[in-house]
């Protein structure tokens, strides 16, 4: 059974930082590509990164990029994302997912998900 379940969020203020995280199970994680995608508050989904290829290749929405950083750490089968200079729209439920095969920037499909974790940026 496929298993995903972040961690990390919270209350932070404009400006600061936070690092979420997803622990993950069931599959091989080592050679699975793996995304960020987001919901704020009464809007849709967002996407907001993936790591692809064996995690050689990422891929960031512009509004993020530069200041969150998506990474894994394939001993302990964790996704994780990086949050700096987080602003008050990044207020939203983050979400993990397993990106299906079929994904390519163009195209994003999924095909698992997490519960989600929720960051509240306010001051």
């Known amino acids: 059974e496929v298993q995903l379940v972040e961690s990390g969020g919270g209350l932070v203020q404009p400006g600061g930082s936070l690092r979420l995280s997803c622990t993950a199970s069931?599959?091989?994680?080592?050679?699975?590509?793996m995304t960020w995608v987001r919901q704020a508050p009464g809007k849709g989904l967002e996407w907001v990164s993936t790591?692809?290829?064996?995690?050689?290749?990422?891929y960031y929405a512009d509004s993020v990029k530069g200041r969150f950083t998506i990474s894994a750490d394939n001993a302990k089968n964790t996704l994780l994302l990086q949050m700096n200079r987080l602003k008050s729209e990044g207020t939203a439920m983050y979400y993990c997912?397993?990106?299906?095969?079929?994904?390519?920037?163009?195209?994003?499909?999924?095909?698992?998900w997490g519960q989600g974790t929720r960051v509240t940026v306010s001051s």
């Open positions: 997912a397993k990106v299906s095969s079929r994904w390519t920037p163009e195209y994003h499909e999924y095909e698992y």
């Open positions: 069931g599959f091989t994680f080592g050679s699975s590509a």
């Open positions: 790591l692809h290829n064996s995690m050689c290749n990422t």
